[in-house]
């Protein structure tokens, strides 16, 4: 399937640049197969695969997809705990010609389902490591649909109606399959995967990726990082979203190693760069926090040269202990599912200049463009709308032609974001140009947790703000004037949500009542003013 934005003109300017090659990702994985069978290609709490086992096996599941009537360019939804087994399937999808969606373990059902809807899965893959009951977290059309849909279970345990995974892992009966995988795998132009990125309104979006671009991002984020076979990469944050995915993607450029730890607990994470000697972990700004504020010494952390720091703003100040206790070199990043990585430092920059405050420079390529609200390109050190232009960014929204639009225009990508560029070329951003929560990298929109919260009887009116959280960065925190004569529970209201399917991260960390709420001369609520009023915890 071909990519939405980018013609065939723009392709040919992408190979002829050479930011762009015919190579795709499972051409690498099927070398490295070959140069380097019995390295280690991913390790978890459960098992090492090494680059043959990890091709075998992939070979098996493409395999057996196509064995039991997945078409090529159908889609597959999948929500998991990431591990080797992500990595599995994203090769194994690649292989098969079909286009996986790696959907937050946050989620619930209102998340599920529309996702479901806007993809129409021919495949759904899930576990239930959240401890929730598989057919009880899915919406009903996605578990009671077409009959074509196929239900794999990744437990021990499937409920009825779900393939156990084990199904998949076997060799082939067909052999025939096995042998149309070598026709069905994805060329460097077409979609090959998609990522779920939350929208200026509504639900998340969809971004289509071609796999030329994800080849582009892997030898950027790559370079920036100084990767090599020898890295033994810690996945320290889930692959669904872009700290841990998009620094999955360089092992498009070099057969590195990448562990996956039990959980994201700080002593754990510490412990296992300490047991498994990684050299190279990627993870988001509160996990960070954590890790800054364990007792550092007491882990041997010698072999860990680099963390990469992306999703959100980082804090400069746990950032900066970290590298001075640890030697480790913080490399931060900035960037969204639609365009990732649109600034990222560098691992020779000095600290200085790495923990300023600013982030860049952009990677081959990429341009950037400060823009006054006429749409008027502005000078440098001016303050302004941030937009930008890739090889390496996403080619649009899955099947969103006026969503698409909205976001991209000439090739250039309104990021939502305030920023300026500074007198070294390197970006500050300087916060959003809408309301959007950024809660540790996962995007909040006010109006849908509103709308929850508006349904419950004892709400007369409510908004939703972005509050400063020291661990999460922002948090939302929900004011609510309920209806004449009733009184705010909030345990009640924080159930409710739950209730609702709502994901857990998109619950207000406080609830605050108010008699009535400060207006603006248009008579809107003046989100601006709420905080001021909020009373001290």
């Not at 070598?182 to 939350?198: C, G, K, L, P, Y």
């Amino acid at each position: 399937m071909k990519p939405y934005l980018l013609d065939q003109e723009t392709i040919e300017a992408y190979l002829a640049a050479g930011y762009w090659t015919r190579e795709t990702m499972v051409e690498r994985y099927a070398a490295y197969a070959r140069e380097f069978p019995d390295k280690i290609a991913c390790r978890d709490s459960q098992e090492e695969i090494t680059w043959r086992g990890l091709d075998e096996r992939t070979d098996r599941i493409a395999a057996n997809l196509v064995a039991r009537g997945v078409e090529r360019d159908a889609r597959a939804l999948v929500q998991m705990a990431s591990s080797n087994c992500e990595i599995v399937l994203r090769i194994a999808f690649k292989k098969a010609g079909i286009i996986g969606c790696f959907a937050p373990m946050q989620w619930r059902s209102k998340e599920l389902g529309y996702a479901h809807q806007e993809l129409a899965p021919s495949v759904i893959f899930a576990s239930p490591e959240s401890g929730r009951d598989l057919p009880n977290a899915w919406p009903d059309e996605a578990l009671g649909g077409a009959a074509h849909t196929l239900h794999v279970d990744l437990s021990e345990e499937s409920p009825e109606g779900w393939l156990p995974w084990d199904e998949l892992t076997r060799p082939p009966e067909d052999a025939g399959a096995m042998q149309e995988i070598a026709s069905r795998a994805f060329r460097f132009d077409e979609i090959s995967m998609i990522t779920v990125s939350s929208g200026s309104s509504g639900f998340s979006k969809l971004c289509e990726w071609p796999e030329g671009a994800q080849m582009c991002l892997a030898r950027a984020n790559g370079a920036r990082l100084r990767m090599s076979g020898d890295d033994n990469v810690g996945v320290f944050a889930p692959m669904a979203g872009g700290a841990g995915l998009l620094v999955w993607v360089t092992s498009g450029m070099t057969p590195c190693a990448f562990t996956f730890p039990e959980s994201y607990n700080a002593r754990a994470l510490l412990a296992l760069i300490e047991s498994a000697r990684i050299t190279v972990a990627t993870t988001v700004p509160v996990i960070l926090n954590r890790l800054a504020q364990e007792d550092l010494g007491a882990f041997d952390l010698s072999s860990l040269r680099a963390i990469r720091i992306g999703t959100a703003a980082a804090d400069l100040d746990a950032a900066r202990r970290f590298e001075r206790l640890t030697a480790t070199r913080v490399v931060l990043a900035a960037g969204s599912m639609e365009t990732p990585g649109f600034a990222h430092a560098d691992f020779h920059d000095s600290a200085a200049l790495r923990l300023n405050g600013s982030i860049g420079p952009p990677h081959r390529g990429c341009r950037w463009r400060i823009e006054d609200e006429a749409g008027n390109a502005l000078p440098r050190g001016s303050v302004g709308h941030f937009k930008l232009a890739a090889p390496y960014a996403s080619s649009g929204y899955w099947r969103d032609e006026e969503g698409t639009r909205a976001v991209w225009s000439e090739g250039w990508n309104a990021t939502g974001d305030i920023a300026t560029i500074d007198e070294d070329g390197r970006l500050r951003l300087l916060g959003r140009s809408k309301e959007v929560i950024n809660r540790s990298g996962q995007k909040i929109l006010p109006v849908e947790v509103e709308r929850e919260i508006a349904k419950h009887p004892d709400v007369f009116e409510c908004a939703v703000v972005a509050a400063p959280d020291p661990e999460y960065g922002e948090a939302p925190w929900a004011f609510v004037q309920p209806h004449a004569g009733r009184s705010l529970d909030a345990a009640v209201l924080a159930e409710a949500l739950r209730a609702s399917g709502l994901a857990t991260y998109k619950i207000p960390t406080r609830f605050i009542e108010l008699p009535e709420f400060p207006r603006v001369a248009s008579d809107k609520i003046d989100k601006k003013a709420l905080l001021e009023m909020a009373p001290a915890e």
